[in-house]
């Protein structure tokens, strides 16, 4: 095997043991963020059930009482005159709930029977909403006391069947299908299919409520979230853990894409490096071998590098000693060839010997000098700088490009951390401040859209000035962007309390509404191929949560969108603070 082969092969070998198991591993903390993240929102579905509940039940509260105070309802119930009370009772309901409920003295005249416990709260004044469970049925019942001179003669009201149409409102607020289970542990309501439903219902029979569990359905992997509802009724919370994960394929698909293409890179690159290296050894052995059969005049290579050129030299000089050593021997005894010709052999042997230790000596410091070339661009980069003398535009621009290089390096940085936890750190900004630097970068490289920056000056918030100028560069630009590169762009800084807002408006078409929900999704971009694979902000955001902050995507009047960042102030930030207003136009 050749030098050459040699060093590509173990370039090869090295980059694919750094490369491939990093890729897994990568992968693996991915699907398992995406998991927990799932598992979070889920931990949050009974939450929204209980708020739901408090909702309706207020706004069912107001409509049976206005269904009791229905004219004429009363004066039927004191004549006991059914037939009208029923009458003025569903002429007054109309579209309200699934059945009407009126209860007069001597029982339920009219609906669904709410139960002595419900009916004797109306009789203390009060009126209760409460959920009812039958067989397969589930319903909130509201009533209402019917008073006549202080003296409770009955109670009117309504019921809401928790039935499909219900689940799917619910199902609509959490973005996971919803199964509601009778008190009877019957199925009564899903937005699923009712085989899917019953097979869930089977596999967490006794489940305790608001845990999140994960059950497998004909090799599905389900997401399953329990809250009680009331009555002994259970409301199950299901996502498709599987659809949770669908980003994964093109995740892999992309990591494989960029690992194949810095492999290619990589090994022509240790083909070219495997080449230099290996050119002027091969010269050596060349003339090594044209040294062995007595040419003393073979020429020797002038490698570039300082250790070959330092090797070439000694085997130059080894190889001028050689032969005026011959020389005078030849010329001294010539009846000793029997031993020349040994001396020969030996010489031959020297020969082979002191090429193998160089080139264990060169190995060596090969690998010590490997360092030098950093050092030395290092050093060529301050020397000229130094070398731009008293032109401050020019040492402006390198500062400015020196800025933005370690900006760069920064961001890449950040990048590696989705996948890793970094401990926040403590640096902080003014973001108006930041704000008026977007808008001169904006200025400098279009004049066809126009930026205003203003707000409340003297914020300073918990966040590095490199972080807010990415989240604030990528939303500017996202604008240009939708304004096809006209337009105008408004950039608010406000401060409220413990947190700041800045909001970056534009004056485009705004964000469509099916859209809007997944602006901040992964790999989710509305533009073509070759502008964009939808990480910007995915990025952005993901930057302002790990500060403790949020983004918002909305639609403003009469056009255009807007992107609010809510950011937490510094500890020593004292607010309100003194606004101050300024702007600048590109």
């Not at 993240?37 to 039940?57: G, I, K, Y």
């Not at 030098?372 to 535009?393: H, M």
């Not at 304004?483 to 408006?505: F, N, Y």
Request: proline share 4%; net charge neutral; glycine share 8%.
């Amino acid at each position: 095997m050749t030098l050459q082969r040699a060093l590509f092969i173990l370039i090869a070998a090295l980059l694919l043991a750094a490369l491939i198991p990093g890729g897994i591993a990568l992968e693996r903390r991915v699907a398992a963020a995406l998991e927990q993240r799932a598992r979070e929102d889920m931990s949050l579905m009974p939450r929204v059930l209980r708020a739901r509940q408090a909702s309706a039940a207020d706004a069912m509260m107001m409509h049976a009482k206005e269904l009791a105070s229905t004219p004429g309802l009363a004066e039927a119930l004191q004549r006991g005159d059914r037939a009208r009370a029923i009458e003025l009772l569903e002429s007054a309901r109309g579209q309200l709930g699934h059945a009407s409920v009126l209860v007069a003295a001597d029982g339920v005249w009219h609906g669904p029977d709410p139960g002595t416990a419900l009916v004797d709260h109306t009789r203390a004044g009060e009126m209760p909403v409460q959920l009812v469970s039958a067989a397969d049925t589930v319903r909130t019942l509201a009533l209402s006391p019917i008073m006549v001179d202080g003296q409770w003669i009955g109670a009117a009201g309504y019921g809401v069947n928790l039935d499909r149409t219900e689940a799917g409102i619910l199902a609509g607020l959490t973005r996971a299908d919803v199964i509601v289970r009778s008190a009877a542990g019957r199925l009564a309501a899903t937005t699923r299919d009712s085989s899917d439903a019953a097979a869930i219902l089977r596999s967490v029979p006794g489940v305790a409520a608001d845990r999140v569990l994960q059950v497998r359905i004909n090799g599905r992997r389900l997401l399953v979230a329990t809250a009680p509802a009331g009555a002994n009724t259970t409301v199950f919370f299901v996502r498709e853990l599987d659809a949770e994960l669908a980003v994964l394929p093109r995740l892999r698909q992309i990591a494989l894409a960029s690992i194949g293409g810095a492999l290619i890179v990589a090994l022509l690159l240790a083909a070219l490096l495997a080449t230099m290296l290996s050119r002027p050894v091969v010269a050596l052995a060349h003339a090594a071998d044209r040294l062995a059969v007595g040419d003393f005049a073979a020429p020797l290579p002038r490698p570039g590098v300082r250790e070959f050129g330092r090797l070439a030299a000694a085997f130059d000089q080894m190889r001028g000693a050689l032969q005026h050593r011959l020389e005078e021997l030849q010329g001294a005894n010539r009846e000793l060839a029997d031993r020349q010709a040994r001396l020969g052999e030996l010489q031959a042997e020297l020969v082979q010997r002191e090429r193998l230790a160089t080139a264990g000596r060169l190995v060596s410091q090969l690998a010590h000098e490997v360092r030098n070339p950093v050092a030395n661009v290092r050093n060529c980069l301050e020397l000229l700088r130094r070398r731009v003398g008293s032109d401050t535009r020019a040492r402006e621009l390198a500062d400015m490009a020196t800025d933005e290089l370690l900006r760069m390096h920064e961001l890449a940085e950040r990048l590696l951390d989705l996948h890793r936890p970094n401990p926040r750190n403590q640096d902080t900004c003014d973001p108006l401040q930041v704000s008026y630097e977007v808008a001169a970068l904006v200025r400098i490289s279009t004049t066809a859209v126009s930026i205003d920056v203003c707000g409340d000056d003297g914020l300073t918030v918990a966040l590095s000035p490199d972080a807010l100028k990415q989240v604030l560069h990528t939303l500017v630009q996202n604008a240009q962007e939708a304004m096809a590169g006209q337009g105008r762009i408004e950039i608010r800084v406000t401060g409220a309390a413990d947190r700041a807002t800045i909001e970056v408006t534009d004056s485009g078409p705004g964000i469509a509404a099916d859209v809007l929900p997944r602006v901040f999704d992964p790999f989710f971009t509305t533009k073509s191929g070759v502008h964009g694979v939808g990480l910007g902000l995915f990025v952005a955001e993901g930057i302002v949560r790990s500060h403790g902050g949020r983004v918002q995507a909305l639609n403003v009047r009469p056009n255009g969108a807007c992107f609010s960042v809510t950011v937490p102030l510094a500890a020593t930030e004292a607010v309100p603070m003194i606004a101050a207003e300024g702007t600048v136009s590109a």
